[in-house]
């Protein structure tokens, strides 16, 4: 089941992923967005399968402990590859297992180590 909406919401949003991922490359950034799913990941994980993410957060399945570590190492590792481009999904009701948002910020701010 989908609600109203969740198709065209999908489809901009890999129109905006598709319009980021020129500048990221040639940048060598790592991308992080934010898309609706206050209660539900749905959104985020289709995205996240659509555009190949290299990550991404959903309320239903908060990621184990020490997500952050696991995530550091395997975007080194993805850059010790030669890969240009990341992308990181969040939903925006994204939680860890003690129920403590994961924001962008808190991302961002791990990625920018």
């Known amino acids: 089941d989908m609600t109203i909406g969740t198709d065209s919401a999908l489809h901009r949003i890999i129109e905006i992923v598709d319009a980021i991922t020129t500048t ?3 940048h060598q950034r790592t991308f992080i967005l934010e898309v609706m799913g206050r ?6 994980l289709v995205t996240a399968l659509a555009c190949g993410a290299d990550w991404v957060f959903i309320p239903e399945m908060p990621p184990d402990d ?3 570590e696991h995530l550091s190492r395997r975007l080194t590792d993805q850059r010790g590859r030669g890969s240009r481009l990341n992308i990181i999904i969040v939903a925006e009701g994204a939680i860890d297992r003690s129920g403590k948002p994961i924001t962008c910020d808190i991302i961002k701010q791990l990625v920018s180590k």
Do not use: K, R
């Open 39 to 44: 209660h539900c990941g749905y959104l985020a």
């Open 24 to 26: 990221a490359q040639s």
């Open 66 to 68: 020490g997500w952050e």
